[in-house]
T-cell receptor, first 115, second 113 residues
Framework: EPEVTQTPSHQVTQMGQEVILRCVPI?????FYWYRQILGQKVEFLVS????????KSEIFDDQFSVERPDGSNFTLKIRSTKLEDSAMYFC?????????????FGDGTRLSIL | RKEVEQDPGPFNVPEGATVAFNCTYS??????FFWYRQDCRKEPKLLMS???SGNEDGRFTAQLNRASQYISLLIRDSKLSDSATYLC??????????????FGKGTHLIIQP
């Protein structure tokens, strides 16, 4: 079964440093998403991406965050200057069609630890 | 973004029993509904979509009540492998393209041998 893959599985970074999280969505999917889950809390939507532009973003997705699809396969989340509170599990997801009709499929996540 | 509410549990249930969870959502404009399952420190995995007429997938049955704005999940003949956190997920459908999902905090289920 095709799956969303994410790298790295664990990233440890000093506060204030930039970090890039990488995702390879399912190949025929057109809609891409980033979510985060702080330990012990619910999964929270960050941003969605379609047709090479942001489609929707939450209030969490401030100017420190950016997303990019640099080539035909990768989808990245960049955090420009990390804060302690950015420590969380970050999940990438993709869907074949907009989520109204199609479920989203999640990668196994990147655990981001900010020191 | 409106909330999705779930009883966090834990629900401790003997193997073979039937267990049911409910979930309520606050935005009446919500368009689509899902149950995901999440194992400890793992990604959410789609369990099933929830349709207005109700739907079944093996031992799992999902129901949607739009008037009361709640969703239910019934698990029959529970297995040890059903132990997980069950996430109620709603798509409000507010975007013109890709819509972010709204997650509940999850209901923790423990199946006991």
């Amino acid at each position: 079964e095709p799956e969303v893959t994410q790298t790295p599985s664990h990233q440890v970074t000093q506060m204030g440093q930039e970090v890039i999280l990488r995702c390879v969505p399912i190949s025929n999917h057109l809609y891409f998403y980033w979510y985060r889950q702080i330990l012990g809390q619910k999964v929270e939507f960050l941003v969605s991406f379609y047709n090479n532009e942001i489609s929707e973003k939450s209030e969490i997705f401030d100017d420190q965050f950016s997303v990019e699809r640099p080539d035909g396969s990768n989808f990245t989340l960049k955090i420009r200057s990390t804060k302690l509170e950015d420590s969380a599990m970050y999940f990438c997801a993709s869907s074949e069609d907009r989520a109204f009709n199609q479920p989203q499929h999640f990668g196994d996540g990147t655990r981001l630890s900010i020191l | 973004r409106k909330e999705v509410e779930q009883d966090p549990g834990p629900f401790n249930v003997p193997e073979g029993a039937t267990v049911a969870f409910n979930c309520t959502y606050s935005n009446s404009a919500s368009q689509s509904f899902f149950w995901y399952r999440q194992d400890c420190r793992k990604e959410p995995k789609l369990l099933m979509s929830v349709y207005s007429s109700g739907n079944e997938d093996g031992r799992f049955t999902a129901q949607l009540n739009r008037a009361s704005q709640y969703i239910s999940l019934l698990i029959r003949d529970s297995k040890l492998s059903d132990s997980a956190t069950y996430l109620c997920v709603v798509n409000i459908g507010s975007g013109g393209g890709a819509d972010g999902l709204t997650f509940g905090k999850g209901t923790h289920l423990i199946i006991q041998p």
